[in-house]
């Protein structure tokens, strides 16, 4: 039966009606007959041409085929099996026939194509022999592999697909896969492959028995093992890093198995625990691992980073007494991650410079209180606020108080040289920073400073000359002048620097220099020496691969400070710090009476009472959204709160170590007062009524919430503000839609991500919960798993041919050239009847 793919060339069968005209009133002299046959060889040539256009085409039925194998080589099968897969499919190609045809593939975290299985055999025997590619036998996607190779079947014939596999799908959707494979004509046939058959074992999952417990309850954590083969392990619980219990256990074969682990709850807020087997014998490390985490309701938890713990011991002490659990760390005790920001109900810098922290943990601090609705303090000290180099930082903008001040004018002035590599390797993002940075520097000194900067490659250059810091459009505009290029030679820019300082008559004189590589040699130690000698300081920072011994040594005798960081981006808050240094003005210390300014519930209890001195404290401004508690006699800023985002920012300017809080520690009342302080900014995870479950369904997190008021009775209409924070810090907002009576779902899309955190809150009636997701080890290191059901349905390909049950396929085939030949012919005998 003939076919066309298109009927629109028809229209063009009105030339015939054209040609019956003509014919019609023609005025050749010839015989009818051969006009009429002439005429009528002509209008055929014409039908067949459009017949061409419609493109004809005839059906039949062809019993070739095209198979294509899909090997799978990832991890969780045993590579000794692969050679006699290759025999097996050896054995299929010999029986093909002649019209038939077929293509090879390698299947693991994507596909690869072999042109013969001895290119498969000597690759799989190169992963044996130790040439590993863990990354591309890391996963199993079945489906995306199946999807991925359908270009390769040929046209107009049979399509048949073998899947020589052990069935475990790393991730993906295998049903729809398949599904659409069907749709497309493509039988898909199964050949089983064993796993491994070396000696494993694996941590199967690690559930508690809830996942909200409260202080000082003991909570029964659940670890299921699994093993292919009878090993002998150690398996422990580890929690902050310690091993809090232990097992010696016997793995049995094919078997799953659960050991209980019994574990007091006394570290507040949202913990992390892990579950680690040390087995005798095993293959795969990776999977033996598994983490859950234990939101724990009860004591408040509070983070202190100082850079001397010690110093903390009596306030820590005074704390403990009123339920309030003060965890103490060193300078770079932060933790790296939001998830760990998120098992501290508030976050305490007692005595911590900004140059500590990288811009990334500064960000998620921040993030820590919008969306997780933390506690940030920060306690005064020669590090914190401008002096630590806060000032125009993410920390700064969540807290009440700014580092910018107006310094009192018997301060004495102070003028500064900024001298700047500006050699090639600084181009891009450090030059930047360092303008950045400088321009900073400028807007932390009084109109009475004077600020100068020298720029740097191998020759000296003057950015800007000494010149009033009250002039500070003028010096920033000079400063983003400076450009990169260049080589490397400091020495000739400090004596410039040192010259311009010699000459100024401030009493104060400072000079910092910005290096990243390695500067020509010269007297740098004894130049240093001689400002020293005069009175001028010298503070350098070592950015990168710069000479740090030379640098650290030009700092050491030039009474100056010396600082180091691999991260451009830390050179702004070592410019702001080292200049607040520098000025000598930020700092208060005497004895100073503490006086309340506001009324709040924090002070609930202490509005009569007459509170301990001060020693000292830093000077600070208040933001105007700011509640200032109490000031010093002097007026400045001592305590200060306000809301930011869903959390609380607090400063006092003082701290509460024997340096400036000896009297606060003396007092009587001081573990009382500062911990109802800190309950004022304590996160506040109230999740009564909240009722949450959730699961994993492929590749999404579910989360189902069930909303009750007090009676119990279900909440329709609720308003939810859900945000997705993951270990980066990055947040997105996440659409939770109702789905009953009092119910509510959320689908979060997993992704690549490794942990995450969900923040669910009821707004309207200050409700939250905070949920914690962790990846676990991928699916192609799990034993014991079941053949996934789409998998198993599939027929058996047979052992000794590929091609049994294949239905014939319709193909079409083109017979366009039979029209254009008819058409030619009838043309051409049209011809020769008018020549007759």
């Known amino acids: 039966m003939i076919e066309f793919v298109s009927w629109q060339p028809l229209v063009w069968l009105v030339a015939i009606a054209a040609l019956a005209i003509t014919l019609r009133y023609t005025l050749v002299d010839r ?26 085409f005839i059906g039949d039925e062809g019993d070739d085929a095209h198979v294509l194998f899909l090997v799978d080589v990832s991890q969780s099968v045993d590579l000794k099996q692969i050679p006699a897969a290759c025999d097996q499919i050896d054995q299929w190609i010999e029986g093909l026939r002649s019209g038939d045809s077929w293509s090879l593939f390698a299947l693991g975290n994507g596909v690869r194509e072999f042109k013969t299985t001895a290119e498969l055999r000597e690759t799989t025997g190169k992963w044996q022999s130790g040439v590993a590619d863990d990354e591309f036998r890391s996963a199993t996607q079945l489906a995306e592999s199946i999807l991925a190779t359908r270009a390769a079947f040929a046209a107009g014939k049979t399509s048949r697909m073998v899947l020589l596999t052990d069935g475990q799908e790393t991730d993906g959707d295998l049903a729809d896969a398949l599904a659409q494979a069907e749709e497309e004509g493509i039988d898909v046939r199964r050949h089983p492959l064993a796993g491994i058959s070396d000696a494993e074992a694996s941590v199967v999952s690690i559930e508690p028995s809830s996942r909200q417990a409260f202080y000082g309850e003991v909570s029964r954590i659940g670890v299921t093992l699994a093993a292919n083969a009878p090993i002998k392990g150690n398996l422990r619980l580890v929690h902050k890093g310690v091993a809090v219990q232990q097992r010696d256990v016997q793995l049995t074969a094919d ?97 911590m410079p900004a140059t500590a922290m990288s811009p990334r943990q500064m960000q998620m601090l921040k993030q820590y209180v919008v969306d997780l609705g933390g506690g940030l303090m920060m306690l005064g000290s020669e590090n914190s606020f401008g002096l630590g180099g806060y000032y125009k930082t993410p920390v700064e903008e969540v807290l009440p108080l700014i580092s910018r001040y107006e310094k009192e004018k018997e301060k004495p002035s102070l003028a500064m040289v900024l001298v700047i590599d500006k050699s090639g390797s600084m181009e891009g993002q450090p030059i930047q920073l360092a303008r950045q940075a400088a321009k900073a520097a400028v807007e932390l000194l009084s109109p009475r400073d ?9 020759e000296s250059q003057l950015i800007c000359e000494m010149t009033s810091a009250g002039d500070v459009e003028s010096v920033q505009a000079a400063i983003d002048s400076l450009q990169a290029g260049g080589g490397t030679y400091m020495y000739p820019a400090m004596v410039e620097a040192k010259e311009m300082l010699e000459a100024t008559p401030a009493k104060i004189r400072h000079m910092i220099c910005l290096g990243d590589g390695q500067t020509q040699p010269a007297d740098h130690e004894a130049l240093a020496e001689e400002m020293a000698d005069e009175g001028i300081t010298v503070s350098t920072v070592a950015l990168g691969a710069a000479d740090t011994q030379l640098l650290a040594s030009i700092a050491e005798i030039g009474r100056g400070r010396f600082y180091q960081t691999d991260d451009p981006n830390n050179v702004p808050q070592i410019f702001t710090k080292e200049t607040m240094q520098a000025t000598k003005s930020a700092i208060k210390e005497d004895l100073y009476g503490s006086v309340k300014t506001s009324d709040h519930p924090s002070l609930s209890g202490y509005e009569d009472s007459e509170l301990p001195f001060t020693l000292g404290y830093v000077m600070t401004e208040a933001k105007p959204t700011a509640q200032m508690l109490l000031a010093a006699e002097t007026g400045d800023p001592l305590l200060a709160i306000g809301r930011y985002g869903l959390g609380t920012g607090f400063a006092y300017t003082s701290d509460l170590t024997e340096k400036w809080g000896g009297e606060w520690l003396a007092w009587d009342g001081c573990g009382k007062f500062w911990a109802q302080m800190i309950r004022s900014v304590l996160r506040h995870n109230e999740s009564e009524g909240v009722e949450i479950t959730e699961r994993r369904e492929g590749d999404r997190w ?41 119910r509510y779902q959320a689908s979060v899309p997993l992704e690549n991500r490794q942990n995450i955190s969900l923040r669910v809150r009821d707004a309207d009636h200050d409700k939250m919960s905070l949920l914690h997701w962790h990846r676990p080890y991928p699916n192609e290191y799990r034993l014991m798993q079941e053949t996934p059901p789409s998998l198993a349905a599939l027929p058996l390909a047979a052992t000794h041919t590929v091609i049994d049950e294949l239905q014939p396929v319709v193909r079409q085939r083109s017979i366009v050239h039979y029209a254009y030949f008819a058409a030619l012919a009838c043309m051409l005998g049209g011809i020769l009847l008018r020549r007759v």
């Open 450 to 458: 004077s600020i100068a900067v020298v720029g740097f490659d191998h």
């Open 702 to 742: 579910t989360v189902d919430v069930r909303r009750t008021d007090p009676s119990g009775a279900p909440m329709n209409g609720v308003k939810w503000d859900a945000a997705l924070i993951d270990a980066e810090g990055l947040g997105s907002e996440i659409k939770m839609r109702e789905v009953g009576l009092g």
């Open 255 to 351: 078997k799953q198995q659960t050991v209980f682990f019994d574990v007091d709850m006394t570290t507040p807020g949202a913990s992390v625990w892990t579950a680690e087997l040390l087995p005798e014998e095993d293959r795969f490390v990776v999977n033996n691992q598994a983490a859950c985490t234990i939101t724990v309701h009860g004591r408040p938890r509070v983070l202190a980073i100082h850079r001397e713990p010690r110093e903390m011991r009596p306030i820590a002490r005074a704390l403990t007494e009123q339920e309030i659990e003060l965890e103490v760390r060193g300078e770079h005790g932060l933790p790296t991650s939001l998830e760990e920001m998120a098992a501290f109900d508030c976050i305490m810098l007692a005595d």
């Open 31 to 56: 015989p009818r007959l051969l006009l009429w046959a002439s005429t009528g060889l002509r209008a055929a040539a014409i039908l067949f041409l459009i017949l061409a256009l419609c493109r004809p």
